[in-house]
């Protein structure tokens, strides 16, 4: 395995930077009271990783994959801080380079991986691994408005700077798991490309590959298959909106704080699983839905001309 210094800025395409990024906020309703039974139900189910138990993390999710071979996936990261300028070929051009632009400036804060059976189940104890990646706010890129999203969903920014994991260490440790580059492995998640993109980057120490036919290429090469949530949809009467939205119409409760990886990823992977066995009886279409992300490539619903709206956001 070859790990390559990554660089940043390259002269084949400029961005523009931007201050502004449209980002949702938390629901209004949420209780504020303690309820010790979830707090309980989710340290149970919900295993943060820093840096200090990284591998020994690992080695459990080796233990569990073959039996647990669907594996839902969130991502959190610092926003939209860039525009791509220029001329582009198509809106969806646009929107793979608006992607590709920002995900080379960035860095990833969060990861979740949740495992499921093909019956929906998912492990005793522990389902849910939420990695968290060292991130410094003095020295690291971001847009204000979504660190302050972050921040008021529990994520402790100082903790990440002190006792963040490694993107390199746990890119080594990801391509050696068994949940990567593997036919078996079936990912779930939800208006996933810039998940992807960051999964990408990690794994390949590398910016992006410029165009998306090779992004792609280079998707199926990792991730062979993958189900998006959000793509889904589409063929779901009265199905709308972000994640919770959908949970909610799909009576799916959540485990653990809104905007945090691990809990989105586990309600992401118990959305899928209603979603498939309410209108799909429990048969998908992998002609017609695998390997699709919803908002990229020339099959995504609907034309995003709005920048910041290609970034997930949970509406």
């Excluded at 929906?120 to 847009?143: H, I, R």
């Amino acid at each position: 395995i070859h790990f390559y210094k990554r660089v940043v800025f390259r002269p084949e395409y400029l961005c523009l930077l931007v201050i502004t990024v449209r980002m949702v906020h938390m629901e209004q309703g949420e209780s504020q009271d303690t309820d010790m039974v979830g707090l309980q139900l989710e340290e149970d189910r919900i295993k943060e990783v820093w840096s200090h138990n990284l591998e020994d993390e690992f080695k459990n999710i080796c233990r569990i994959v073959n039996d647990y071979p669907f594996v839902a996936m969130d991502t959190e990261f610092p926003g939209v801080v860039a525009r791509p300028i220029g001329e582009f070929k198509s809106t969806a051009d646009y929107q793979y380079q608006l992607l590709r632009c920002n995900v080379d400036l960035l860095k990833i804060i969060q990861l979740g991986l949740t495992f499921f059976n093909k019956e929906g189940e998912m492990p005793e104890g522990v389902c849910t691994w939420q990695f968290n990646f060292k991130f410094n706010l003095s020295e690291d890129m971001y847009a204000e408005e979504s660190v302050d999203l972050l921040q008021n969903s529990g994520i402790q920014f100082d903790r990440h700077e002190r006792e963040g994991i490694e993107t390199v260490h746990f890119a080594e440790m990801l391509l050696v798991s068994g949940i990567v580059l593997l036919d078996n492995v079936k990912w779930l998640s939800f208006h996933s490309g810039y998940d992807f993109g960051y999964l990408l980057s990690l794994l390949t120490n590398i910016n992006l590959p410029e165009g998306e036919n090779e992004f792609f290429e280079t998707l199926k090469l990792y991730f062979p298959n993958i189900y998006d949530v959000k793509y889904l949809m589409k063929s779901c009467k009265n199905l709308k909106g972000g994640l919770q939205e959908v949970a909610d119409m799909l009576e799916v409760e959540r485990i653990g704080p809104q905007h945090q990886a691990g809990s989105d990823s586990l309600l992401t992977g118990r959305a899928f699983f209603k979603m498939t066995e309410i209108y799909f009886e429990d048969e998908l279409d992998d002609s017609k839905y695998l390997g699709h992300l919803y908002g990229l490539g020339t099959n995504h619903v609907g034309n995003n001309t709005n920048s910041e709206s290609a970034a997930k956001t949970d509406a």
